[in-house]
């Protein structure tokens, strides 16, 4: 059984820096999933979820959405089995919960058979 545990989420002020981590619990040793970061926002529902950034497996090919290019990085550790979100200056509007996905390939990452975490609430607020 696959488990994706997310963690890192909290209440900042718009401009600040948070990291979000994401654990993958399983029978490998290594974590060889392409994987991706989402959020929903206040108000939508879970299939409007945005895919905010993914990568594969071993982090040659990476995705951001325009609104994070420059401000988010997402980076792995096959080895902790770990993938994180640097999220930098922070907007109001980047306040959602976050949740973390994992699948066989970079293109079925966030599809419903997908692996998913249960997210962390991201909120920027002054």
């Known amino acids: 059984q696959v488990q994706l545990v997310e963690s890192g989420g909290g209440l900042v002020q718009p401009g600040d820096s948070l990291t979000l981590s994401c654990l993958v619990s399983d029978e490998r040793a290594e974590n060889t999933y392409a994987m991706g970061w989402f959020r929903q926002a206040p108000g939508k529902e879970r299939k409007d979820r945005e895919l905010?950034?993914?990568?594969?497996?071993?982090?040659?090919?990476?995705y951001y959405t325009d609104s994070v290019q420059g401000r988010f990085t997402i980076s792995r550790d096959n080895a902790k089995k770990t993938m994180y979100l640097q999220m930098n200056t922070l907007k109001p509007e980047d306040t959602a919960v976050y949740y973390c996905?994992?699948?066989?390939?970079?293109?079925?990452?966030?599809?419903?058979?997908?692996?998913w975490g249960r997210g962390t609430q991201v909120t920027v607020s002054s």
């Open positions: 996905a994992a699948d066989w390939t970079l293109d079925a990452v966030g599809s419903p058979s997908s692996y």
């Open positions: 905010v950034a993914s990568l594969d497996w071993n982090s040659s090919i990476l």
